[in-house]
């Protein structure tokens, strides 16, 4: 068991949160139970996620996707009063950490999804520490490896071809929804680019560029942050820690 606060601070320092600029806020968005004996994770703080939580006898749930996102209502109604009550029914807590979860260097969503793709990771393309660059340890076939990540994801991913390259080894990738950096990308001369989402746009720019553009899932490839963190926090105050895929095909 643990107190709440003292593992909100602890995730704070080591996500480096006041660090960061983000889009909603970061730690804990919403108070419950205050000692904690079990943490559920999971990718978004969706109803069905707040019911498995609940379901599993959580304390708290450690989620990316938060709540409270910049230009959102503000006003708690519909399906947010209905999310936020069944939390505080349950006596609830919310930990969610969006931005820090992606770039951090060890539990971050870039780095578990590079361990998982088997990618050897080299740095990062952008100053804020958000696309990162690496390799495969062997050359691969294009189509080949679409089907490898589809197997490793267990979803088909979008593979928008080109024919100016057809081994790839130097990959770019970042997860969610990050489709817009593919010309940062292209400018550094990589082989392909993988990311969550994919927009109308992606398809002609990939192919007017000739990288090869893989589009693999924006909850395939958040999965794995969160994963990671709430199996450390649970191996570092000995409490229990269960992750719940909850599904989602985008």
């Not at 139970?33 to 990718?43: E, F, H, W």
């Not at 793709?117 to 696309?131: K, P, R, T, W």
Request: proline share 2%; with cysteine; glycine share 8%.
């Amino acid at each position: 068991m643990v107190d709440l606060i003292e593992l909100e601070n602890y995730c704070n320092t080591l996500l480096t949160t006041r660090e960061i600029k983000d889009y909603c806020p970061n730690g804990l968005q919403l108070q419950g139970c205050s000692q904690v004996k079990k943490i559920v994770s999971g990718v978004t703080a969706s109803l069905a996620m707040i019911e498995a939580a609940k379901q599993a006898n959580a304390d708290l749930l450690l989620v990316h996707h938060g709540y409270f996102w910049k230009g959102e209502n503000a006003c708690i109604t519909g399906i947010k009063y209905q999310r936020i009550k069944m939390l505080i029914e349950s006596n609830m807590s919310v930990l969610a950490y969006h931005l820090p979860l992606d770039i951090h260097k060890k539990y971050g969503n870039n780095i578990q999804l590079a361990q998982h793709l088997g990618l050897q990771v080299e740095g990062c393309v952008d100053q804020s520490g958000l696309i990162f660059y690496g390799k495969l340890s062997v050359p691969c076939d294009a189509k080949a490896l679409a089907v490898s990540i589809s197997n490793l994801l267990a979803r088909k991913v979008l593979h928008i071809e080109t024919e100016k390259v057809t081994q790839i080894q130097r990959i770019a990738w970042c997860s969610g929804a990050a489709q817009n950096f593919i010309e940062q990308v292209v400018e550094q001369g990589f082989d392909a680019y993988l990311s969550g989402e994919v927009s109308e746009q992606t398809w002609h720019i990939a192919k007017e560029y000739g990288i090869h553009y893989y589009a693999c899932g924006h909850h395939a490839t958040e999965r794995y942050g969160v994963q990671a963190l709430g199996q450390h926090l649970a191996d570092y105050f000995n409490i229990e820690h269960e992750f719940i895929d909850i599904y989602n095909p985008v």
